[in-house]
């Protein structure tokens, strides 16, 4: 058998090969399938986080969305920083920024597994001919105060998502329960194509010319590069700090500035339509904003090794305080009786 | 009498929890089938067989009663007096025959002990098991004991494992109608995703498993078989190679399948100059693969991969799990290249930033409490005639965290303490160091081995007596079910380290300077008052030396408490001493004597009740004069005690326990004479005196081994 072992490598990558010409899955053809996949099954297609977070989790098209009792779907990618994960470019399966497919479905369809599973076909992945398995994998996270129950899901023992039914998010329980859906694009990828490299996937192919590529490598390297320098050399850890705890200060402000307006609204003889108008155009998704700003400058100065034991437990309290209280803010603010005015255009979930 | 078949179709279930919720679930429904008298009369239990597989749990009863038999029962109605009047039936009797629906000449006198009241004999008709099982299972569903649930639907109706997807429910061929979880029960399964497209029909419930079979769906059972059988026959590809048994990831790939085969994967031969330890990790923790050895039992470049489909003719599957592979072990050796740029020793100040505990500091404050805890320890056992090296278990103790601030553990937790000991070897530290690093966390469990070393065996001592300590001190000391840092399996891991190690250590003195160690640190004035801490260190490490002797080295529960009242400090004596007791306990001497102590003990509890054997007594009759009102068998159990108790003194210093034992049960007949002809509580103080001193001295003598009154007899 292993004197075959030529003969037979040649037949796996013509088995491959023919796999994927039929499809010449490109990364970025790779998200255009997915983001096309789920389009036709009714996610709205949104754009990134624009503010930098780890995981698309903490974007607020997820960590919003979930909240409250409206239903929603989305899919978008999202590029998630882990500062402390950079390698400068040196390793093979590791990125300080790697790119996440998300898809939120609130609530989950009853075939939503069979529908994950059509996604693969989607992408060129014949089921028949691979071994697919989904073992537990419960999500957690104490900064977000979320949690939910799941599995990874191995494809030949790589894994290739996430599948969360999220039960908790800025510590609300949820109803409806959210199903999210973490694509990790560069395995998948990397998968597909054959390359033990990231920096191998082929991002890009010119359509007129198939011999001219640009690889992930093209695209990303210096990237990852300059800011492995910066999150572990060059990142200025005092004005780190300061910029965390302004952004801390302004989140947190707005935050009591919300809680005050709900006391207000209890107290006897309040305006409550003065008040109620007041907390409906309130500023709570750029509060969220601020927040993700701290946890990003917490991951760098993690990364930086510039926060000792008991500052890092302290800190990532403060973020969740932070994140917990534009959660309930958010909450109440989704439950304000909607203005009289014109109906929102049909098929759009309307804030 | 038709079959039943009850299916709860889901998404996957962690492969963790299948088994026990497959055996509760026949449990529920064979009590339930009995419960509604839906088996047999005679009261033997239904043969409930269950299956489970990653996307289902289900039972088959067979044989079950179509319908509950028809009983008749009485029903009691109003008393005699209020139901007749002069012999009349009165309002209150007609209104009872109606409402039991039976003549009123057929209403009967009865005689209770409350008084004669009227009842009437009723007919009830059995229910039929459709209607009783369509109500019941639902309840028995809901109560499944998963150790973690979920919602899934909205209004969160329900929790379960994971969300359930179909039922099937079969009384014979006839669907019965159960609902749970939003899903009404009928007669179609679900087959192998992959393998099977359709749903699959369940004509009965005897074909249940033939039926799954054929939609590629093995019960737990043949997937077990096939996966053996295709481990061995995929290793045969090897020459004299073996798979490394392995039962817990057996049983894990066997719950994460429906449909398994094998494969064999390889990897570079390069990857082998990593330590087994690391490659055996990946592949097992992380890639659920069983690591094959060759003939001589070292790691060979080859894995073996359980893969839930029929096989991988093409060899595309394997070359996906080869890849991944591929890169775990560039990962690890990665990380193995770049920890070894800074050796432990340097690591030590970089544990300041690695939490222990959040109220018991860092690790590096830890590690500078367990080097000196280890010295006292090593400097002890020396001093007790053992050989240890006390410099090697300083220094050991120092860096046996550091490797928490390595890639390799961070990215391999399982590793922590292994990975240090093959990073300190790798780096020139002595072996007696890196051995003692490595097998700091030993014993995991009780079927874990101790550290090899004695110097492992003291760091291991040292870190877990710090952490109780520590813990302890916080008065968080476990209660019932909790325990959530494990400090129960702390202690039993020092009870089996100073057993196995019979290192004379004492327990006591051992928290007394693990306590020590946090004299003066900020921590410390959270702690509880130190008699509090004694006290429930004693009481915690009884319970844990009585679960040593009893479940693990089998003693009857008598022989242990006998053994600890007698002392519990010294776990090597302990167990010494217990085995002496266990050896002499049958013979019959032993028997008589330990009834005789009970009686002893009774009466000088009793004079002491009384007031006749205080204190001041105790002490000022403690010498015992020979007086001429002494009974001669009084004079001569005193004379034969003192002997014995000379050679008890002598054998219990020499650890000759059983021979101390059995001579003290050689006193049977002058105790027996004693008891036969002497009354020890007389009316004159100073004879009755004499005598419960007497006494009190035979206990106190005989009872440092073991407390004989404590020996169960049979009389």
């Known amino acids: ?351 | 009498m038709p079959d039943f078949l009850l299916e709860i179709g889901t998404e996957e279930i962690p492969a963790r929890m299948i088994d026990g919720a497959r055996e509760e679930l026949v449990k529920r429904v064979s009590d339930l089938l009995v419960r509604e008298r839906l088996v047999d009369g005679n009261g033997s239990s239904p043969a409930v067989e269950g299956t489970s597989t990653p996307r289902r749990i289900a039972v088959v009863a067979r044989d079950i009663a179509p319908a509950q038999a028809d009983v008749s029962e009485q029903v009691l109605g109003p008393s005699l007096r209020v139901a007749f009047k002069d012999g009349q039936p009165t309002p209150a009797a007609h209104a009872f025959a109606k409402k039991v629906n039976v003549p009123l000449n057929e209403i009967e006198k009865v005689s209770t002990p409350k008084g004669e009241y009227v009842a009437a004999t009723v007919a009830r008709k059995g229910r039929n098991a459709t209607e009783i099982l369509a109500e019941a299972l639902p309840k028995e569903i809901a109560g499944l004991y998963w150790a973690k649930n979920m919602y899934w639907r909205t209004g969160k109706p329900e929790r379960f494992v994971r969300p359930v997807r179909w039922m099937v429910a079969l009384l014979g061929s006839e669907i019965i109608p159960v609902e749970f979880g939003g899903i009404l029960a009928g007669a179609e399964s679900r087959g192998h995703r992959i393998l099977s497209g359709a749903d699959v029909r369940i004509e009965r419930p005897d074909n249940y498993r033939e039926t799954l079979a054929t939609a590629r769906v093995l019960d737990q059972a043949r997937r077990e078989h096939v996966v053996r059988k295709a481990l061995d026959a995929a290793t045969r590809q090897i020459p004299g190679a073996r798979w490394r048994e392995d039962k817990e990831l057996l049983h894990t790939v066997v719950n994460l399948t429906e449909f398994p085969s094998v494969i064999l994967g390889n990897f570079e031969r390069e990857y082998l100059t990593l330590p087994e330890e690391v490659l055996v990790t990946v592949m097992r923790d992380h890639q659920k693969y069983f690591a094959v050895e060759d003939a001589s039992g070292k790691l060979a470049p080859h894995f073996l991969a359980v893969l839930n489909t029929d096989g991988d003719p093409n060899g595309i599957i394997r070359h996906g799990h080869e890849r991944v592979l591929r890169a775990r072990f560039n990962d690890a050796r990665f990380f193995w290249n770049t920890d070894q740029k800074m050796p432990l020793k340097q690591r030590v100040e970089m544990l300041k930033a690695v939490t222990f505990q959040k109220d018991l500091g860092s690790y590096y404050e830890k590690a500078a409490r367990i080097a000196p805890l280890a010295v006292k320890i090593a400097d002890a056992l020396e001093d007790a005639g053992v050989v240890v090296d006390c410099t090697a278990a300083d220094e050991a103790a120092w860096l046996a965290k550091t490797d928490l601030t390595t890639e390799l553990v961070k990215e391999f937790t399982e590793l922590q303490g292994v990975v240090g000991g093959l990073y300190a070897k790798a780096q020139g530290l002595s072996h007696k160091i890196a051995d003692a690093i490595y097998d700091q966390y030993k014993p995991a469990s009780m079927e874990d081995a101790v550290p090899t070393t004695i110097e492992g065996a003291v760091l291991a001592v040292a870190d877990k007596a710090d952490t109780i300590a520590g813990m302890f001190g916080l008065g968080n000391v476990p209660s019932g079910s909790k325990d959530p840092f494990a400090l129960r399996r702390q202690a039993n891991g020092i009870v089996k380290t100073i057993a196995e190690h019979n290192l004379p250590l004492n327990l006591s003195l051992l928290f007394q300077w693990a306590r020590e160690g946090y004299a003066g640190s900020e921590v410390e004035r959270k702690f509880a008052a130190k008699q509090e801490y004694v006290a429930s260190i004693e009481t915690f490490f009884r319970e844990r030396l009585e679960f040593y002797l009893r479940d693990v080295h089998g003693f009857a529960y008598d022989v242990v408490n006998a053994v600890l009242v007698a002392g519990r400090d010294d776990v090597v004596d302990a167990v010494e001493r217990a085995k002496a007791v266990a050896a002499v306990r049958n013979s019959e001497d032993f028997a008589s004597i330990s009834v005789a102590f009970k009686r002893m003990k009774n009466i000088l509890r009793q004079a002491r009740e009384t007031g006749k054997w205080t204190e001041v007594q105790q002490v000022s009759a403690s010498v015992r004069v020979i007086h001429e009102s002494d009974d001669p068998a009084e004079r001569e159990l005193a004379k034969q005690a003192a002997t014995t108790a000379d050679l008890v003194k002598k054998l219990r210093a020499e650890k000759q326990y059983a021979q101390a034992l059995t001579d003290i049960s050689r006193l049977r007949p002058v105790v027996d004479t004693f008891f036969d002809k002497v009354m020890v509580m007389v009316e004159d103080e100073q004879i009755r005196s004499n005598r419960l001193a007497l006494l009190q001295m035979l206990v106190d003598e005989f009872s440092t081994i073991a407390d004989f009154s404590e020996i169960v007899t049979e009389k």
């Open chain 1, 1 to 351: 058998m292993l004197e075959n072992n030529d003969q037979e490598l040649k037949t796996i990558q013509e088995t491959l090969v023919n796999e994927n010409s039929n499809i010449s899955l490109t990364f970025q053809e790779l998200i255009l399938r997915l983001s096309n996949f789920w389009a036709e099954r009714g996610c709205v297609l949104q754009q990134p986080q624009d503010v930098e977070v780890g995981a698309g989790t903490m974007a607020p098209e997820t960590f919003l969305r979930v909240l409250g009792p409206r239903e929603y779907r989305v899919a978008y990618t999202q590029p998630s920083r882990r500062p402390a994960d950079g390698r400068y470019g040196e390793n093979p399966n590791r990125l300080y920024k790697h790119t996440q497919m998300q898809v939120i479905l609130k609530p989950p369809p009853e075939n939503i597994q069979e529908l994950y599973l059509e996604s693969l076909k989607a992408i060129g992945i014949d089921l028949r001919q691979h071994d697919i398995k989904f073992e537990e994998d419960n999500w957690e996270s104490p900064t977000l105060g979320a949690w939910g129950i799941g599995w990874q899901v191995m494809l030949d023992g790589l894994e290739i998502t996430q599948f969360t039914y999220f039960q908790q998010c800025g510590g609300v329980d949820l109803d409806p329960i959210s199903v999210e859906l973490t694509y990790g694009l560069e395995r998948i990828a990397a998968f597909l194509q054959d390359v033990d490299s990231i920096y191998d996937i082929v991002w890009a192919r010119d359509p007129k010319d198939p011999n001219k590529v640009m690889t992930y490598g093209d695209v990303r390297l210096a990237d990852e590069l300059q800011f492995s320098v910066y999150n572990f050399e060059t990142a200025d850890v005092e004005k780190l700090w300061q910029h965390l705890n302004l952004y801390e200060s302004e989140c947190q402000t707005l935050v009591d500035r919300y809680n005050d307006l709900l006391k207000d609204g209890r107290q006897k003889g309040a305006d409550v339509a003065a008040i109620t108008a007041e907390k409906r155009r309130f500023p709570l998704l750029p509060a969220f904003d601020l927040c993700l700003h701290c946890s990003h400058l917490f991951n760098i100065l993690d990364a930086r090794g510039a926060i000792s034991v008991t500052e890092r437990v302290g800190v990532i309290a403060r973020i969740r305080t932070l994140a917990v209280g534009v959660a309930k803010a958010w909450v109440d603010q989704q439950q304000l009786p909607r203005e009289t005015g014109p109906a929102p255009a049909a098929g759009a979930t309307a804030n």
